[in-house]
């Protein structure tokens, strides 16, 4: 079930995707309401599980791990469990950023970022060349990122 969103829980919730390290009192300034009203929407949401988390995003060409990879990935057999037994084994692996189920086409897509070409490619070997399910592996690597977002539109309703 869907929770209901009013005004208030839009701009409080576009905020929070702009900064989430803001106090509540900067929040409510920013938000046009009191810090109690403020608190009491954040907890609300947060209850509701509309906020699941909040973390600190980091700026990859100031670490180590520089190197996006889309992957898609084909299984030989595409049953429930055998999807299921592939999803855990890359949810496990801290190098893969996203995973998802598509169609029609590959079975998964992945953004995998590593440090580097051998990486990538020990990263290959343990999860997609060792796995006797994985039929097809076909990766694409970036070579500039135009955009990274981690916004979710939340729309003002109509009128």
């Known amino acids: 079930m869907k929770l209901e969103l009013d005004d208030l829980d839009r701009r409080i919730l576009n905020a929070l995707q702009t900064d989430a390290s803001q106090t ?9 309401a009191s810090p109690p009203t403020c608190l009491r929407r954040v907890r609300r949401l947060t209850e509701a599980g509309v906020i699941v988390r909040q973390v600190a995003l980091l700026d990859t060409d100031k670490l180590a791990s520089t190197l996006t990879a889309i992957v898609e990935i084909t299984l030989d057999r595409q049953g429930d469990e055998e999807q299921q037994a592939f999803e855990a084994l890359v949810v496990g692996e801290p190098a893969v950023q996203q995973c998802y189920r598509v169609s029609p086409g590959p079975d998964f897509v992945l953004v995998v970022l590593v440090a580097d070409m051998p990486a ?12 006797k399910n994985v039929r097809n592996v076909r990766s694409y690597f970036s070579v500039l990122r135009s955009k990274f977002e981690t916004a979710v539109p939340i729309g003002m309703p109509k009128e």
Do not use: D
């Open 24 to 32: 509540n009192h900067q929040l409510a300034e920013s938000v046009h």
């Open 120 to 131: 990538y490619h020990a990263l290959a070997h343990r999860l997609f060349a060792s796995q």
